[in-house]
């Protein structure tokens, strides 16, 4: 699949890592985020839709009795997706404008990681673990976040 991969209306663009869904809150958040960050001085396009309805159970329900009401609508993103892409700034306020994405999203993640970690570490102690460089791949990419929340306590 190579739609969506490249960037295509400006000049610098966010891609997707991980497989995952977004929700259209999470769009329009960091939307807001990206243009507060860049002070209304560039172009911002966003590059997905939410175009998947989430459905859900009520509260206390019993199981059975036909699938839940539409809860909501998530945009689902696989690797190398980009998501959104910025133009008419500068090299330094694109990548800023990048990294203000909300930080409890950051500590969700982190708190993802931390337990895939957990895993894959009973994993390879077991010997089951087929590729190691899986765990050094989650163990990079929780110090990025570490980092980045980091930097945010310190500013």
């Known amino acids: 699949a190579t739609r969506g991969n490249t960037v295509a209306f400006g000049h610098y663009g966010l891609m997707a890592l991980e497989p995952g869904w977004i929700s259209n809150r999470q769009i329009e958040a960091s939307r807001v985020a990206l243009t ?8 911002v396009w ?6 998947k309805p989430i459905t859900k159970k009520p509260a ?3 199981m059975g009795k036909g699938k839940g009401n539409p809860e909501g609508w998530v ?4 690797p190398g997706r980009v998501m959104f892409e910025l133009e008419g700034i500068a090299e330094n306020l694109a990548r800023e404008a990048l990294r203000e994405m909300k930080t409890d999203e950051l500590e969700q993640q982190l708190a993802v990681l931390t337990e895939e970690r957990f895993r894959l570490g009973f994993r390879r102690a077991t010997e ?7 765990l050094r791949g989650i163990r990079r990419e ?10 945010r306590k310190r500013a």
Do not use: S, Y
């Open 46 to 51: 966003i590059r997905l839709f939410p175009d």
């Open 60 to 62: 206390e329900t019993r």
């Open 75 to 78: 945009a689902v993103v696989k």
């Open 36 to 43: 507060r960050e860049m002070k209304r001085g560039g172009k």
């Open 128 to 134: 089951a673990l087929g590729n190691p460089l899986q």
């Open 142 to 151: 929780i110090a990025r976040i570490n980092t980045i929340l980091a930097e």
